[in-house]
């Protein structure tokens, strides 16, 4: 009666997430083809989309998905960290709330950027508010350490309010984050209509380039 939200095959383990009103990690034994089986499961609120391998031999999960609370009700986005060092017990390590929103990185891991020489991990965010004037969206840069299982948000590179205009009528609008890449030790933070470079050790904003409008 559950639905599957997303999967992960790692030579002879697997993981997969369901979703009803909680949401099981399940961890699989694959050693044998014939016979795969379910070796552990873990009881979180909410469920994940997308899941990614890290640490010393993939002993890690590192999660985005959809926080929900105990009745099912979704509530957000969150990430998490789990420890699957241990099959039959996998563990919750730790998890970072990013309040309500949306991500493409929910459903599209190309917009989940994880990179291990930095231990970074982007993810553009478009959060939002009370009103629309509140509404704010950017790629939220996040500190990863798979050792000590940690999350931490290290801060956010803001995307630029664009210029546009329909007609005889001028207007402007907060640019929407899609990608991000990393080249060296700078963060590039690919919008809609700009791109913006800040450094990665404290996300200083080096330029922004607004780029023309494309639509006729």
Known sequence: G???????????????????????????DLRDPANPRAAGELIVNGFSTYIHLLGLDNTRLLTIGISADSSGRVTGTKLQMFDVSNLAAPALLDSEELGPGWSDALYDPHAFLYYEPLGILTVPYYAYGA?????????????????????????????????????????????????????????????????????????????????????P
């Open 131 to 215: 009103t629309s004037d509140l509404y704010t969206s950017g790629l939220n840069v996040f500190e990863i350490d798979p050792v000590g299982g940690r999350i931490s948000l290290r801060g956010v590179i803001s995307s630029p309010t664009v210029p546009a205009s329909s007609g005889n009528y001028d207007f402007s609008y907060l640019d929407t984050v899609d990608r991000s890449v990393i080249i060296g030790a700078n963060i590039y933070a690919m919008a809609h209509r700009s791109v913006t470079v800040a450094e990665s050790s404290d996300l200083n904003v080096i330029r922004n380039v607004i780029l023309p409008e494309s639509y």
């Open 2 to 28: 559950e639905r599957i939200y997303s999967m992960r095959f790692d030579r002879d383990r697997g993981y997969m997430v369901t979703f009803r009103r909680t949401d099981p990690l399940f961890t699989l």
